[in-house]
């Protein structure tokens, strides 16, 4: 998409009267940003003591000791003792689609096929991997208690969305009274 946008940019500084072209320019950022937001801001980090989930608008900082299920039917979401469902946008499971398709079409090689499917992002491997030897670690931190889970709202991706937004609205309309 970014790829896209940034061709469509081009090809307007090159065809459009200035003018024009930094009112037409929005609509490509608009779908930069968006795609940003979308695309490339989710992440997964391993911690020690813990996971750094950062999905397009909150960032949750989950400590291992407060996780107590590891879902993956959808995508990878994280369940906390207190009932918290936290997706983890950054991770979704696609062994699961490979299992269903290859339920559909019949195909039984013989070989075992079970949750760690050979076709199960790494990352999601990881987290369950960290999990397990969080648990089975006899540290200090894990004797001390459970930390909070913490819970931040960003305001950057709404606001650059917004703005862009208002931007590519105004070159629409801009382009039309021409």
């Not at 937001?37 to 750094?52: N, Q, S």
């Not at 050979?118 to 648990?135: F, K």
């Not at 089975?136 to 606001?159: K, N």
């Amino acid at each position: 998409m970014i790829g896209a946008a940034v061709v469509v940019a081009v090809l307007i500084v090159l065809q459009v009267p200035a003018t024009a072209a930094v009112s037409m320019l929005g609509l490509p950022v608009f779908i930069s940003v968006l795609a940003w937001a979308c695309y490339l801001r989710p992440r997964a980090t391993l911690r020690p003591d813990g996971v750094l989930v950062v999905n397009i608008l909150r960032t949750y900082d989950v400590p291992f000791s407060r996780i107590v299920d590891i879902d993956r039917r959808l995508g990878v979401t994280l369940e906390t003792d207190s009932g918290q469902r936290i997706g983890v946008w950054a991770l979704p499971d696609s062994g699961r689609r490979a299992r269903r398709e290859r339920l559909s079409r019949g195909a039984d090689d013989g070989m075992s096929h079970d949750a760690d499917d050979e076709r199960t992002p790494s990352e999601i491997e990881r987290l369950d991997a960290a999990q397990r030897i969080w648990l089975q670690a006899d540290s200090p931190a894990r004797a001390g208690g459970s930390a909070d889970v913490v819970t931040r709202v960003r305001a950057l991706p709404v606001v650059l969305c917004g703005l862009t937004a208002v931007w590519a609205l105004w070159g629409l309309w801009f382009s039309t009274a021409l």
